[in-house]
């Protein structure tokens, strides 16, 4: 079992930036491959972007490449959302999301992820 809890969302202002925080529970955290996702009224789960167990690689949504990053703290059993350039379009509950498989490859489906968390609430105004 692993558990996730998230932070760090609020209302920022177009333009603005926001880092959002994962802290694992429940496995060594090194052994996780961790995924960002968000959900905006009245869309589908999107997938935002994920992070290999050792924070070297990541790989990124076309809609969000260049306006974010994603970095993990294997310390501190941690991963990091940092959005920069923010957008009304990017309103949305954003989860964190980890995979304990050994599967290679990288995972941008929900369906590849087995834990997720409650999710914390991103709000852009124009």
């Known amino acids: 079992q692993v558990q996730l809890v998230e932070s760090g969302g609020g209302l920022v202002q177009a333009g603005g930036s926001l880092r959002l925080s994962c802290a694992a529970s429940g496995r060594t955290f090194v052994t996780i491959v961790m995924g960002w996702f968000r959900h905006a009224p009245g869309k589908d789960l999107e997938f935002v972007g994920t992070?290999?167990?050792?924070?070297?690689?990541?790989y990124y949504a076309d809609s969000v490449k260049g306006r974010i990053t994603i970095s993990r703290d294997n310390r501190k059993n941690t991963v990091y959302l940092q959005m920069n350039s923010l957008k009304p379009e990017d309103t949305a509950v954003y989860y964190c999301?980890?995979?304990?498989?050994?599967?290679?490859?990288?995972?941008?489906?929900?369906?590849?992820?087995?834990?997720w968390g409650q999710g914390t609430q991103v709000t852009v105004s124009s």
């Open positions: 992070i290999n167990r050792s924070g070297v690689s990541t």
């Open positions: 999301a980890a995979d304990t498989t050994l599967r290679t490859g990288w995972r941008t489906g929900e369906s590849e992820y087995e834990y």
